[in-house]
């Protein structure tokens, strides 16, 4: 199985027709054609369903398409490897990103470095936990941001600066807004939304016995999605402070869990990865710019401004 051929197929997939994908490819028809039959004949199932103006995968297609786009993105990555090698003013850096305000560290720590290697492209990936680390296992990227405890048996990390304050994002005009602080007791029964990630894991332990009085009304892996739901009136979003518009003005307003809750973040890799040049570079600029005070510490839950409580 080649990657070539594996790119034909990709492109068929995502154009759902084979002269346009022929047209993309810049190779005829009846050469694509015959590259796909091939393809077929090799894995002995048959990956398209053909009609008159278009062509669908089946579920043999779907399985392939899944698998071809990190083969094809892991050969895209080797050969951007190998031809920065000798670049000593670049290369290339794909890191996945957990949804925290603290980003702009790493946008800091990126714009430094790029002034130092101005031929330097870097690719991001945004997801949860689950998307980024799943890439990252796979040898897709060099780096990923965490939402949650790295497992020190598989990554090193270094850790953000800040941690990240949970609360919950109310329309204006609802009587919760009054509140200054949000405790479980009030939630329950409500529509709630948050991510998957958070609600297994952070929620529950900052609800404690009344979790399974709390009630998910649906999840979103993105924030901003999350907020759009709850202007509409459809629930009320928990989540990380500073990710959504809550000025004046906005028709949303943030109030802080009680007790606190915060997070904290890591820049996270494999714990035996190889590195690039540029990125063994980029890791070097992270550690001096991060300077992290709490290394090490779990996420946490604040019982008073001078008390922490770790969950787990």
Known sequence: MEIRTLRYFLAVAREEN??????ILHVTQPTLSKQLKSLEDELGKKLFTRHSFSIKLTDE??????????????????????????????????LGLAESHQIRYLAEVIRDFKKKYPN?????????????????????LDFLVLAEDPDSKKYEYIEFPEADVW???IPENDPLASKKAIRASDLKGLPLFCSGQGWDGAIKAWAGNDYSDLRLEGSFRLAYNGSIFTREGLGYLL??????????G???VFRPLSPRLETRIYLAWNRYQTFTPIAERFLEQARSSFEP????????????ETETVNPG
């Open 18 to 23: 084979m002269t346009r994908a022929a047209e």
């Open 61 to 94: 297609g779907m399985l392939l398409r899944n698998r071809a786009e990190d083969l094809v993105a892991m050969a895209d990555k080797i050969e951007k490897e190998f031809v920065s090698l000798d670049d000593i003013t670049g290369g290339e850096l794909y």
């Open 120 to 140: 330097l492209h870097y690719h991001i990936t945004s997801g949860d936990t689950e998307q980024i680390a799943d890439k990252l296992d796979k040898g897709l």
């Open 167 to 169: 609360g919950l994002v």
């Open 239 to 248: 989540t990380f402070d500073k990710l959504v518009n809550t000025s004046k």
């Open 250 to 252: 906005s028709g949303l």
């Open 293 to 304: 005070s709490h290394k090490g510490q779990p996420l946490r839950l604040l019982r008073s």
